[in-house]
């Protein structure tokens, strides 16, 4: 609730202006059967105090993270956010809006985003990384336009196990570019089918595209994948979870030529599913190709250590034809976040995080193997993992009413995600519930 000193006056000029007459129209695109559509039943009268209760008391009534137990994961997830970074990412010099065209009077947003670039390329064991993209899917999606580019070829294969969301996002990008998408089988073992891939990885293919874990949170073979997608020259985009790379072997290590993935689970709430970021880190090869900005370090005539936006590959800077993106900005706020929770948590710290979440995972795959539940399929995991359900959408509901945010649904199936935040308890309850309705 905000105290907003605008008058009756001041209201009705701001919405002339954007064409509109009722405050309401701001909310046309809501559907109606989502809206209360009559006002809250408030005593009259009430004073500040009683009024902010009373609205408090509302509220408590939503289903969120900070009061229920969360298992939904499948590309964002509940972990715990340290108070240092929530204060210090709130200070009004890093949230007021600022893109940085002028760097010879932005160099505190300058090093902020070269200490990010920095943190990524550590993170993932690449030479270099952008100032980030929207998202996890757009990051893809730049990322298989970038790999047409440079190899002057046509085909990008994309993965049974990819993100829906993320394949989404890419094919749409083929739509105004000369992509052609190609989706491997799915053999119905929550991983790739190598032998699928080893026949579609011709001389067109330009990329092979691996989600590492994959949606199911699962574990590929990437060597195996890396060797098929490399042997005709193709390059290997690597889709991967910031937090199992603290404990899982790097994209860099594995061979991979582009790494992208959504910087949300480091130090970035959820937020309804945005604002994130996405992180994008390539090969020293193909630092020209990548899209946004690219902040460098330098020294100015002084000697003293200076940043400056080394490259900025797209439309507004390089004639349209000859653009590698029209990516127009980075996510400044979330990519200076999610560089202060790796800086605070440090290597061990982002290790512990991922193995605590890895640790919960096992711990509930053996509690629901107990209880009769039903693991959809026998592969490797990290913190991920399918629960076969009849009517998903049903048990989902029902675990609501008992309190806890269930899982993605699938076709028949529930995947449930597990964070360090997550506990025995916790699991134990979901289980109880699960089983209960599996067995009724």
């Known amino acids: 609730m ?86 210090l990412s709130a200070r009004a010099e890093f949230y007021t809006a600022y893109t940085p065209y002028q760097p010879e009077i932005s160099q505190g947003i300058l090093q902020s985003i070269f200490e990010y670039q920095s943190l990524i390329c550590r993170l993932t064991g690449m030479d270099v990384a952008n100032a980030s993209v929207y998202d996890g899917g757009s990051a893809l999606g730049e990322a298989c336009k970038m790999a047409w580019e440079q190899s002057k070829r046509r085909r990008i294969i994309l993965p049974p196990t990819l993100n829906p969301d993320y394949a989404e996002i890419a094919t749409t990008y083929s739509i105004v570019n000369e992509m052609k998408m190609y989706l491997l089988p799915d053999n119905g073992s929550g991983v790739i089918d190598l032998k699928a891939l080893e026949a579609a990885a011709d001389d067109s293919t330009a990329a092979v595209v691996v989600q590492y874990p994959n949606f199911f949170g699962h574990l590929e073979d990437i060597a195996a994948i890396e060797k098929i997608a490399h042997r005709g020259k193709g390059l290997l985009i690597m889709v991967v979870d910031p937090i199992a790379l603290a404990c899982l ?31 994008m880190a390539v090969t020293n090869k193909l630092m020209r190709k990548v899209p946004g900005r690219l902040v460098g370090q330098t020294t100015d ?12 590959a797209r439309e507004q800077h390089i004639r349209r034809e000859k653009a590698n993106s029209n990516i127009c900005s980075n996510q400044a706020l979330n990519a200076l976040t999610a560089a202060m929770y790796m800086a605070m948590v440090g290597p061990e710290g982002l290790a512990a995080v991922a193995r605590r979440s890895h640790e919960m995972a096992v711990y509930a795959a053996g509690a629901m193997r107990k209880a009769g ?14 629960v076969e359900v009849n009517e998903p959408g049903t048990v989902n509901q029902y675990l609501l009413q008992n309190g806890i945010i269930g899982g993605y649904e699938l076709n028949g199936a529930l995947l449930f995600a597990f964070t360090e935040k997550r506990t025995k308890a916790e699991i134990d309850e979901l289980v109880d519930l699960l089983g209960g309705v599996a067995n009724a």
């Open 373 to 386: 539940l039903k693991l959809r399929y026998d592969q490797p995991f990290f913190r991920e993992f399918a």
């Open 249 to 279: 072997k790097t994209p860099g290590a594995w061979g991979a030529d582009i790494a992208v993935g959504d910087g949300q689970p480091l130090g970035n709430p959820m937020s309804f599913g945005g604002p994130h970021l996405g992180f």
């Open 301 to 312: 005539h002084q000697g003293r250590r200076a940043f400056v936006l080394t490259l900025q």
């Open 2 to 87: 905000r105290y907003t000193p605008n008058s009756g006056d001041v209201v009705t000029s701001m919405l002339h202006s954007i064409g509109l007459s009722r405050p309401e129209e701001l909310f046309s695109d809501i559907p109606d059967e989502i809206k209360l559509n009559r006002p809250l039943e408030l005593q009259p009268g009430m004073s500040e105090l009683a009024l902010r209760r009373e609205l408090k008391k509302l509220a408590d009534l939503n289903a969120d993270g900070q009061n229920y137990p969360c298992f939904l994961g499948a590309g964002c997830y509940d972990h715990y956010i340290p108070a240092a970074v929530e204060q």
